[in-house]
């Protein structure tokens, strides 16, 4: 069953500006990845943070973890075009991963 | 390095014909999985393995069969196919199951049921 949901489920911004999505979960977790989705392509995996983790940084990226609310936020910071695709978080504490239905950011110039 | 390789990327079928996809690995990955993914439903898992000869059952495994004979291989087969079965497909592997189990993903096969 997918576990996680994004919020919101579609993103328009500027280049320049700063880009939040959030992602709530059901169970308890291991861990939580964000992936982002460029449009016809697989998935490409982009940070992972732990249960005990509250912030994580790479990049642009920062993500963030609250594990009382179960919910989690991925930050772009200073977004750009190519940061247009669409971004899933994903959890799981067995073999498999669940995803959510993602949320599509676009970008413009 | 390749990563994760699906054949064929699209393909046609009509409904009741039968068909495999492919997936191969370079990456000496244990564990493989195939999802499908559908407009509004995000992806849902089909069928995984967590070692040579070995697979298991996903969320959606209904008229999908799997195998895996080989480490770098995992084989998605569909005996009858339906028009339900319109989606993309990805194949993914992993290098652990246990905590941190990142996928990595090909860039999926794209099927019609006519």
């Known amino acids: 069953s997918q576990q996680g949901e994004e919020d919101p489920q579609a993103l328009s911004i500027q280049e320049g500006e700063n880009a939040t999505m959030n992602c709530s979960y059901k169970t308890s977790i291991n861990n939580l990845q964000w992936y982002r989705q460029n449009s016809g392509r697989g998935l490409v995996h982009l940070i992972l943070?732990?249960?005990?983790?509250r912030e994580k940084h790479s990049g642009r990226l920062r993500v963030t973890l609250d594990t009382s609310k179960k919910s989690s936020s991925l930050l772009i910071t200073a977004s750009r075009a190519a940061d247009t695709a669409s971004y899933f978080c994903?959890?799981?504490?067995?073999?498999?991963?669940?995803f959510g239905k993602g949320t599509s950011l676009l970008v413009t110039p | 390095n390749a990563g994760v390789t699906q054949t064929p990327k699209f393909r046609v079928l009509k409904t009741g014909q039968s068909m495999t996809l492919l997936c191969a690995q370079d990456m000496n990955h244990e564990y493989m999985y195939w999802y499908r993914q559908d407009p509004g439903m995000g992806l849902r898992l089909i069928h995984y393995?967590?070692?040579?000869?070995?697979?298991a059952k996903g969320e959606v495994p209904d008229g999908y069969n799997v195998s895996r004979l080989k480490k770098q291989n995992f084989l998605l087969g569909l005996e009858s196919a339906a028009p339900s079965q319109t989606s993309v497909y990805f194949c993914?592997?992993?290098?652990?199951?246990?905590?941190?189990?990142?996928?990595?993903f090909g860039a999926g096969s794209r099927l019609t049921v006519l």
């Open positions: 943070i732990r249960s005990n983790e």
């Open positions: 993914a592997s992993s290098y652990t199951a246990r905590g941190d189990n990142v996928l990595t």
């Open positions: 994903a959890t799981g504490s067995g073999y498999a991963l669940n």
């Open positions: 393995s967590v070692g040579e000869g070995t697979t």
